[in-house]
């Protein structure tokens, strides 16, 4: 199973007898899953089903799924409610007796709600079973349809990952080649301070070797541009691995962006800070792909 991202779209429909139906799942990113079923009264197992589908196939992101049915017209007999029509007529006597109201038409009286009701042709179990037996199976087919969708993103963010973890790779050999120069740029600026301040003093050159090599050990950057480069090995590992890695593409990327801002305080060189903010800004567009991911 390859990289997977969290969004997508299936859709699936169906009929069996006088129903009909129509399934749509979609999905955004999460950090975790999280599944939302609305469905058709009366075939409550189909919210369960849907949940189990869900966690069968996915592990992050808000998954919704939706079943719009219907019955065929004229599958559905008219009936009258009279005990509502009663309690209508009951609460309009009063107001007619002392000539507030006019005596009610029948017409009008038919329109009022719950006066009139579609009553189930049939109210078979075994029937009912069979529809949503038939339902489940069109459930199936959008969550596939949807798990289709979120790989096929996947496979997009396959590439730019790799792209963008191409660069940071690249941006860190040139970090690597700068800060080679690093140390001796920091003893000749320190040595010409030293001698605008204290001149031609006696033991001036070797204060300033032992002053210069301590400064440049704490802006020795090889042990963050070695993080880095290990950092982005790990990343080549995930993008080509199976299972959903999102979550470690997330704690990877935040530990590049620690690196980096360690990389850019040591920086003695204008050129390497340049370089260090490129490689900052473009694990940041690593970090925004990475919320993608599953």
Known sequence: MALSGMTGFGRAEGAYGDWSWSVEAR???????????????????????????AQQRFQR??????????????????????????????????????????????????????????????????????????????????????????????????????????????????????????PQVIRDRFARRMSELAGDTPGLEERIVQEAAAMAVKADVREELDRLAGHVEGARVMLSGDGAVGRKLDFLTQEFMREANTLCSKSALGALTTVGLDLKATIEQFREQVQNVE
């Not at 950090?31 to 369960?48: H, I, M, Y």
């Not at 029948?106 to 109210?123: F, K, N, W, Y």
């Not at 038939?134 to 596939?144: G, Q």
């Open 61 to 182: 992101g808000q998954v919704t799924v939706g079943i719009q049915a219907k019955r065929t017209e004229g599958s559905a007999a008219i009936q009258i409610n009279i005990e509502q029509l009663e309690r209508y007529i009951a609460a309009g006597t009063a107001y007619i007796a002392t000539g507030l109201a006019a005596p009610p038409r029948m017409d009008g009286l038919l329109a009022l709600r719950g006066v009139i009701e579609a009553a189930d042709a049939s109210e078979d179990p075994e029937a009912l079973a069979s529809v949503e037996a038939a339902m489940a199976a069109s459930l199936a087919l959008a969550l596939e349809g949807l798990l289709q969708g979120r790989r096929e993103e996947g496979q997009v963010l396959t590439r730019v990952l790799g792209t963008l973890t191409d660069r940071i790779d690249q941006l860190v050999a040139e970090a690597a080649t700068l800060a080679e120069g690093q």
């Open 27 to 53: 999905s955004v990113n999460g950090r975790n899953l999280d599944v939302r079923f609305r469905g058709p009264p009366g075939f409550d197992s189909l919210d369960r089903l849907a949940r189990d589908g």
